[in-house]
């Protein structure tokens, strides 16, 4: 990885860092109005197919537009090739709009038999609205994917942002009065502001040239490498799918509790993994496209061993804050003392999850890059049989905590044949440092959740945000000044990136 990747590296993990800050008030917002009623369980359950394919589009295009594009440019063809994509991209997600549409009443029902009446018409509403979007996500996952190429990674959050506010909006003005449908109006709304902000602000004028005819011969190249890699990336919302299904057979409340169980542990996720991978994979696909074996390699240790350092800690401090942090952001209006239990009681659960499926989007990106998305696809059918059958069996004898027990186990079982599989592809990687390095952090990260649960437990009669405050600074001073002592090389480069200097170290 370049070192100038240091600097674009802060600011994108800053946008970022405010565009997951906007999606946990969003969640705020939502517990405040519908705390854990029915509406909050209808909303949240609709919302996942329709997000489904917004992943599809978005991440989709993402993993496979920014080789093919980087490949094109070496062409002189970059343009032509963001055209052709963005027009049939508008024709596609236009015509799985209206079927969307059209198949909400049938599909909430069937997967939802669990709801009452009252829920099941919320959701059926929410749905139809949301699946309305369709289009402006693809047309904005197409734009945010260029801007990617071309490494303009806070623009492309800037645009995220806008369809959160949008909600949040919705919600302050209309909540009261129209229910859970003004959240995914404002979610609608949001996707066109968003794409207009792209064209008219972002994406240069000749970039896109509407009026080219339409390369079928490219747009088959194109899609016949999107469509498995879309697909890998639909695993995750299927498996959240299989959840929200089991979670829905439980009482009222369930699926509140466990989308924001879920959404608040994978906070370290959707911050450094998803950072990481965005900013490693251009070197990545860089490098593979140059065929430069020896820097492909190195790329992806090192962007492996910066995952486990910064998600495992922020994990482990999370677990030692959970019912605090949980209280302060959700114990409100709606939302009951009650509900933070249970919800802080599906969160523990999620730990194995974030930390596998961090590790393993990285693993992605690199399967991405040597074009192998139908190998990872494969992989991500077994997940979703996987998490079916431990579903299953986890909920009979655990409860609905047997749902996130499963997606941890599910996201071990995934990340660790992923890695064997993308090893062997790519004729070995380096273990010996992987190994140390994955110690290193493992000791530190110890360290630190040895010193900060007696300090977390002497200090709960304090005030919630000067405890969580408290504990969270003491916890990364101890862990990385622990990194430090132990020669952490991942911290080294870390810090190297952000000053400027190329640190060139040969892996054994």
Known sequence: MKAKLGAAGLLFLMMTLLLKISGLVRDMVIAYYFGDSYQADAFLAAFI????????????????????FLEAAVLGRENNHLSQVFKVTAIGGAVAGVFGVCLSPYLIPLLYPGFSEQATTVAVGVSAWLMSALVFVGLNAVLEAYLDARQRFSTSAVSQLIVIFSMITSAFLFAESEGPYVLAAGYLTGTIISLLFKLILAVPKQAIRLKEKINYAEIKRFYQLFLPVALTVMVGQINLTVDNIFAGYFPEGTVTYINYAKNLVHFPQAIFGVTIATLVFPALAKAQAAGSEFQFKQ??????????????????????????IIELLYERGAFTRQATLATSKAAYYYFGSVLFFSLNTMINKGFYSI?????????????????????????????????????????????????????????????????????KITAAAGIMTGVTIPLSQGTTGWPVIPHIVFIAFSGAAIFFGSAWLLRTAALSYLAGSFRGKTQQRETK
């Open 49 to 68: 197919i329709p997000n489904m394919l917004f992943l599809f589009m978005t991440n989709g295009m993402k993993n496979t537009f920014v080789p093919s």
């Open 371 to 439: 074009k192998q998305g139908k190998l990872i696809m494969k992989i991500g059918v077994g997940s979703v049989v996987l998490n079916l059958l431990f579903n299953y069996l986890f909920t009979r004898i655990l409860g609905f905590t047997g749902i996130p027990l499963a997606s941890s186990i599910v996201g071990l079982v995934y990340a660790a044949t992923g890695f064997i599989l993308f090893r062997k592809h790519v004729n070995g990687l380096p273990l010996r440092m992987l190994g140390k390095e994955f110690f």
């Open 299 to 324: 790329t992806m240790a090192q962007g492996l061993a910066l995952m486990y350092l910064l998600v495992l800690p922020a994990i482990a401090g999370m677990m030692i804050l959970m019912p605090q």
